[in-house]
């Protein structure tokens, strides 16, 4: 294929494949814990790391781990301790690490507000080998996290109470999940872009719900969307010239509305057969959209 001809389109296509991977792995349990949105307000922090990685002349990608991963960190923090004034603390937190970003990138040497649109939206080709490498590395850690803890952070997502009481490290637990948030910013944003990243966490998700309430099943089939999504958008970006941010959430949101539609009638159809099986049944009470058993019982 052409597109294989350049260097920069296979390092974009790569990073595109690891981050369709890592960002529904994450948001599979954030959406779980009701923290669809917990990406979007990394993001938003982790934009005072790309400008913070300008000024001081590091790599953006590493300096916005660290900046998201301090913000993941108190956020948590937040939610522990500040229950009555919490949401007036991530708000400022949001806010300021916008504002952040912004100031600091205007004063790094040659700093634009050029260079970070790249980070904002993802472009293809900004996206270096030292990228590529930390991206590859940070992805390596969410999908170890997210799979091999599969289990624990699956069932801290359900009953925090439950997996308390069955001797799991519930506030360790949740301070991962949220680190591991962090790090799946930094591994999406060149690609994606910082203020879409949380799309391509929450609607992979959604979408595989339509189809199943099993867990397992969810997760492969919102990570098989995720890389999908995200392949789709890069070759699309390249060709006609687009954003592929913004292309590769389009792509995910029509995945979820081909699936709804799909799956609608067919949940309706299969509980209409299970309830004219049982004596009595009422045809009605069973036709429960197939996205909300998802989002309740996923894991069943």
């Known amino acids: 294929m052409e597109i294989l001809n350049y260097a920069f389109m296979q390092r974009a296509l790569l990073a595109a494949v690891l981050v369709g991977i890592t960002a529904p792995a994450v948001g ?24 913070l990685g300008f000024l001081l002349t ?17 956020m948590e923090l937040v939610r522990w301790y500040a229950r009555t004034r919490g949401d007036i ?8 690490g916008m504002a952040g970003g912004v100031m600091f990138i205007n004063l790094a040497p040659g700093g634009s507000t050029t260079n970070l649109s790249s980070f904002l939206f993802g472009s293809l ?16 850690f ?11 952070l699956f069932a801290v997502s359900q009953d925090e109470e439950f997996a308390r009481v069955t001797g ?15 790090v799946t910013v930094s591994v999406a944003m060149r690609v994606v872009g910082l203020l879409l990243v949380s799309a391509l966490m929450v609607v992979p998700v959604a979408a595989a719900q339509q189809l199943t309430r099993s867990f397992a099943a969810t997760f492969a089939i919102a990570v098989a969307i995720g890389v999908s ?5 890069t070759v699309t970006s390249y060709y006609q010239d687009v954003p ?25 159809r299969r509980a209409r057969a299970l309830a004219a099986a049982q004596p009595g049944g009422d045809p009605a009470e069973c036709a429960i959209p197939a996205g909300r058993k998802g989002r309740d019982e996923v894991g069943a």
């Open 28 to 51: 599979i349990y954030l959406v779980q814990r009701r923290q669809a949105l917990m990406g979007d307000g990394i993001g938003h922090v982790a934009m005072t790391g790309v400008g």
């Open 168 to 182: 799991l490290p519930v506030r360790f637990l949740n301070l991962l999940t949220a680190i591991t948030a962090a």
């Open 142 to 152: 969410v999908v170890l996290v997210t799979v091999g803890l599969r289990r624990q």
């Open 58 to 74: 590091w790599s953006p990608v590493w300096m916005a781990t660290l900046v998201s991963v301090l913000g993941a960190v108190f």
């Open 89 to 96: 603390a991530l708000a400022m937190l949001f806010y300021g």
């Open 125 to 140: 080709s900004t996206v270096s080998e030292s990228d590529v490498t930390a991206i590859c590395l940070l992805a390596a």
């Open 244 to 268: 592929p941010g913004a292309t590769i959430v389009l792509l995910t949101i029509a995945t979820f509305i081909a699936l709804t539609l799909l799956a609608t009638p067919l949940t309706r």
């Open 229 to 233: 999504a995200t392949l789709g958008g």
